[in-house]
């Protein structure tokens, strides 16, 4: 029997595989799905603070209706329909989906200052959250903010965060940032438990008859793997806090590979929207017998063997990648041509 369990977060999970951020946990009878197909944690779907903001501004204008004291700085966001879930029914999701099941139920919030995350931090807490994800899609779109400023702003709100709340915190980090091991480090002394490679970055596509800008959602393909196994790659024994791995994984292969990077989990989402919730019990069906057939008795062996730090050759994982990648491409397009 191969003993799966692992550990994220200072939590003890039964198996390497969570559920990431997205709609499809909204449902508590989904919750038990995932729970029975064999997911050892879940992300709830992310609660925006913008929603907070409009929910308490919706709030102040219907009581102060007819003094049009709606500010300006809204107008950009969709309509508080637009939003999946009230703040209200967010927190009851958390609480009855703590009641359905017995693997740790993460609170998500998708937000950009301090205010809003602390007060949703604090409520997931007592709504009985066993922990929170905090999702940073922030986008420096202004040329005057420079990228310390984006930094030291996300780096104060995990710190609020962080000092606000008991359960322990992850952060889902853009791969945007010029020194994710220096930054990640950063977030560890901010009191971060544990690091979630990458978010997705949702860009819009451009339509050349309309002359729209349109958002986009595609489901992920197993490419989008590379990047996240570099970085987990390159953290692990570097770092003290836990590294999860989302976007890309979609077979128990790329859960091992996961795990063999340096991560504590993978997790999954589009493959859920492809193949349905039981996916995750034919993953961990296919996980167990790659193991059991190279005599492993736990994947917790396999993790890390294929980090950075374990590899006798570290240049793949540095500049030397690069160079000889390119070098051999060119090699074969040369003995291709004659
Ligand atoms: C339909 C859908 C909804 C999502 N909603 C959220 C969300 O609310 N919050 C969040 O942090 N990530 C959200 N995500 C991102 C996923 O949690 C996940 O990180 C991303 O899709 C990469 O994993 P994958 O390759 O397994 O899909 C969503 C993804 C999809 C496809």
Same mark, same amino acid.
């Given at each position: ?24 946990? =909204?449902?508590?009878?989904?919750? *038990?799905?995932?729970?029975? /197909?064999?997911? +050892? @944690?879940? !992300?709830?779907?992310? #609660?925006? $603070? ?82 929170? =994800?905090?999702?940073?899609?922030? *986008?420096?779109?202004?040329? /005057?903010?420079? +990228? @310390?400023? !984006?930094?030291?702003? #996300?780096? $104060? ?93 979609? /077979? ?87």
């Amino acid at each position: 029997m191969i003993d799966f369990s692992t550990t994220y977060l200072g939590l003890k999970l039964n198996g390497p595989i969570v559920v990431s951020s997205t709609p499809i946990s =909204e449902s508590i009878e989904n919750v *038990l799905r995932i729970e029975e /197909s064999g997911a +050892s @944690a879940i !992300v709830l779907t992310s #609660l925006f $603070e913008e929603q907070l903001a409009l929910e308490s501004h919706a709030l102040d204008e219907d009581l102060s209706r007819g003094t049009n004291s709606f500010p300006e700085s809204l107008d950009y966001l969709p309509d508080l329909g637009d939003y999946r879930m009230t703040h209200e029914g967010y927190l009851d999701t958390i609480r009855r989906s703590r009641d359905a099941v017995r693997i740790p139920i993460l609170a998500s919030l998708h937000g950009a200052t301090k205010g809003g995350w602390v007060r949703f931090a604090q409520e997931s807490e007592e709504a009985g959250a066993d922990g929170i =994800e905090l999702n940073t899609y922030a *986008l420096a779109t202004d040329a /005057s903010q420079t +990228s @310390a400023d !984006v930094e030291r702003q #996300l780096l $104060e709100l995990i710190d609020g965060v962080c000092r606000a709340v008991r359960i322990p915190v992850a952060v889902k980090l853009s791969q945007s940032f010029t020194s994710i091991p220096h930054l990640v480090k950063q977030l560890e002394d901010a009191g971060a438990r544990g690091v979630v490679l990458f978010n997705r970055f949702y860009q819009p596509d451009f339509d050349i008859e309309t002359l729209e800008v349109r958002p986009t959602l595609h489901f992920s393909t197993p490419s989008e793997l590379l990047p996240r196994l570099h970085w987990a790659a390159i953290l692990y024994g570097h770092v003290n806090l836990d590294i999860a791995i989302t976007g890309g994984v979609h /077979s128990a292969e790329d859960v091992l590979k996961c795990i063999m990077a340096g991560g504590n989990v993978a997790m999954m989402c589009s493959a859920l929207h492809i193949h349905g919730i039981e996916h995750i019990s034919r993953v961990l069906a296919d996980l167990r017998y790659w193991l059991d057939k190279r005599e492993y008795t736990s994947i917790a062996e396999t993790r890390g063997c294929l980090s950075r730090r374990s590899v006798p050759d570290t240049s793949p994982f540095d500049r030397g990648n690069y160079i000889k990648t390119l070098s051999s491409y060119s090699l074969r397009q040369t003995v291709a041509a004659f």
